[in-house]
């Protein structure tokens, strides 16, 4: 899919995570090439770069370019049983409310309650020990859409 985004920004292989619209951007000629095919709390990659520069108030530089993004891949400590490479299954986050350094692991920014994935790389037991007691292993996410 394609999206504008800032010229500073605009490089094959940053990723973001599209937090929404700002206010300037509901009245804006572009909104329906840039935004309204991103969904909110979704993480994109940016797989391709495009020449088009356009004029944009909310991006430094006041410019942005049009990219080809895709949804990216996600890491993630799961503490599911029986996950080999290729299987897919229903997200859903551990019961869990401890701090600690696992958290943005645990519950990833980009995934929601019920996506459907596909595990496309099992890196195996995590060796650190959860607080919790959960057995997590390091998973590598794609989305089943």
Do not use: W
């Amino acid at each position: 899919m394609i999206t504008l985004i800032g010229i500073d920004l605009a490089k094959v292989g940053n990723k973001f995570t599209f937090q929404g619209p700002a206010f300037e951007c509901e009245s804006c000629r572009f909104k329906p090439s840039c935004i309204d095919s991103l969904e909110v709390n979704r993480k994109y990659i940016i797989k391709k770069v495009k020449e088009n520069e356009q004029k944009c108030k909310i991006h430094d530089k006041n410019s942005v370019l049009p990219v080809e993004v895709e949804r990216a891949e996600i890491d993630l400590l799961s503490p599911s049983k029986n996950v080999f490479e290729g299987s897919t299954f229903t997200y859903n986050p551990p019961q869990c409310d401890e701090i600690c350094e696992f958290k943005d692991y645990c519950f990833p920014e980009g995934l929601i309650n019920g996506d459907k994935c596909i595990i496309i790389k099992n890196n195996g037991k995590q060796e650190e020990i959860c607080k919790k007691g959960y057995k997590l292993n390091k998973l590598k996410l794609a989305f089943v859409i």
